[in-house]
């Protein structure tokens, strides 16, 4: 019937060995993170985990903006920032409890909303590169206003709370026969577990909101868009709205990732949510994954964050390993990683052009 | 009854030049409009006039008798202007099918659906393969527009005026660059729109053959001015079409 070419064709896209590739890596992943805290117990290793599902929602949400729709925007952290303390602030001043983590939190997503509605209703009719620099002045007020109104923000130093208590360390949630933590495989099953399946499980939920935004009409028409503006409008769609639209929706997701980051952090500070160091590694966690596919940001998320957390470990290693041979331990010294991590970035880009679930994909699909 | 397009006094100036000067043309449900007029004449330039991509410096449109001189290109699709284009002007990387449903979700209205049901997702699926094959490209559904010969890229590009399901049918030399054996595909699906008294047709083209065989009516511009408009015999026969338009005089009998 109508279909039947196109499904053939559909399935055999669907088993070519790029695409397979690809999903296994994100199965991977996405399993690495479910059993994290069994797989890694370390405390550093769940800071790693945590941040990993967080800004996969994040990068996937810019994503959204600067590889499917085409829009070039510097205010994601800005949006990401305004989750953030608005729960922090929430917290700062109610006393942890789910009340301030839903009050704050709202009135960070409002703040995002309507941020959001205004830059894009004013703006988005221009070209691209006066956007950005709309986002970018937008971004640095929202820097200045956070250190300078320093009795709500803590201003540079950012805020200190607590979380709500289910995510505090003595927080019980399965007890032993003796009235102690129980432990499973070892893992105490206290507040800490709790914090990491609610970031885990709220970062997985957004992830699969998006999978289902590009998968529908409106994913399409943001690809029209990004392809050619003026057909787009030519063959009826209002092409200011639609990317008013998608700009607003990735900043309530972009505000959303900012509540799971305050709430496991227990600080906020310009450093964590708002610098433009920030938007930078958001920007190559999307360039190294692959702009204009979800599951790029998975891997570029993974990848960035690895190296970034896991580098200088490994080059310590090294370094000892290759003690006696010349040259190679000042290679690998350690406070080289930066140097490192930017020699690994030159070579995924020059590998992976399209990034790494891009390239990958397109190489099967030849 | 309002002609369901017409322009009055429609005039754009680039800089010093009129580049379509005080043109007044209106055009019924049932007739197929050929424009022709040499390069340069301002025959796209009128076109993006009527679908809204130029704004014109004077004078009003009217669509079934509203005016719509104000209104933007998507409000004006919508309202049922279609439009293809001269340059094929598709979303290249997207395929042939995604570049077909576009047209019809933008017709159906359902763009703004985020989370849509699978159901409406296969109906769509199903308009746009019946507009692919009957500009036959339903065998190259899948692939992204951009790896079309240079003809397919041409069908597709009326697959997508076809899909917009319009009340005006805008062809901007649909045949050009197409193989010999393409181009009476095309020229078929406009005789089909035809026999549709509802629609209205507007088609530059300059190939003689086509206009001979498909107008109802021609108008022919010259620097940017409608200088003749009417039936085609009287208008072929006219002296200044044959010295402006045609260049060289032409045999008796085609002028006939």
Sequence with gaps: ????????????????????????????????????????????????????????????????????????????????????????????????????????????????????????????????????????????????????????????????????????????????????????????????????????????????????????????????????????????????????????????????????????LKYTGPDTTLSFAIMIDILLMVVIGGMGTMHGAVIGVTVMSLAQFYLKDLMEAGAIATADIPVLPHLLEPDRWLLWLGVLFILLVYFFPAGIAGTLMKKAGE | MHPSIETRNLTIRFGGHAAVANVSCAFRPGELTVIVGPNGAGKTTFFNLVSGQLRPSEGTILKAGRDITATSPSARAKSGIGRAFQLTNLFPKLSVLENTRLAVQARRGVGPRIFSRAAAWSDLGERAMEHLRATRLDKVALLPAAALPHGDQRKLEVALLLAMEPDIFMFDEPTAGMSVHEAPVILELIETIKQDKSKTILLVEHKMDVVRALADRIAVLHNGALVADGNPETVMAMPIVREIYLGTPVGGEEAA
Excluded at chain 1, 33 to 50: G, T
């Design chain 1, 1 to 264: 019937m109508t279909d039947t070419s196109a499904t053939s064709h559909r399935a055999a896209k669907r088993f070519n060995t790029g695409r397979i590739a690809v999903y296994a890596i994100v199965a991977a992943i996405g399993l690495a993170l479910m059993f994290a805290p069994f797989l890694f117990p370390d405390v550093r290793s769940q800071q790693v985990a945590a941040r990993i599902c967080i800004f996969i929602a994040l990068v996937a949400s810019y994503d959204l903006l600067i590889g499917y729709t085409g829009i070039v925007s510097f205010a994601h952290t800005m949006f990401f920032g305004l989750g953030a303390y608005g729960t922090a602030i929430a917290l700062k001043q109610m006393g942890p409890g789910w009340d301030a983590v839903f009050l704050g939190g709202s009135a960070g997503v409002a703040a995002a909303i309507i941020l959001a509605i205004a830059i894009g209703l004013l703006s988005l009719r221009v070209k691209a590169i006066f956007f950005a620099m709309v986002t970018l002045a937008a971004a640095s007020v929202m820097m200045v206003l956070a250190s300078q109104l320093s009795d709500f923000t803590g201003g540079e130093d950012g805020l200190v709370y607590s979380a709500p208590k289910l995510f505090s360390p003595a927080t019980k949630l399965m007890t032993g026969d003796d009235g102690k933590v129980l432990a499973v495989f070892d893992v105490r099953m206290n507040g800490k577990i709790a914090a990491y399946y609610f970031v885990f499980l709220s970062s997985l939920a957004l992830f699969f909101a998006m999978l289902r935004i590009v998968a529908s009409p409106l994913g399409t028409v943001l690809e029209a868009i990004r392809e050619n503006e003026l057909r787009a409008e030519a063959i009826g769609y209002r092409v200011v709205a639609y990317r008013t639209a998608i700009f607003v929706i990735a900043a309530v997701i972009a505000a959303l990732a900012g509540i799971l980051w305050a709430t496991w």
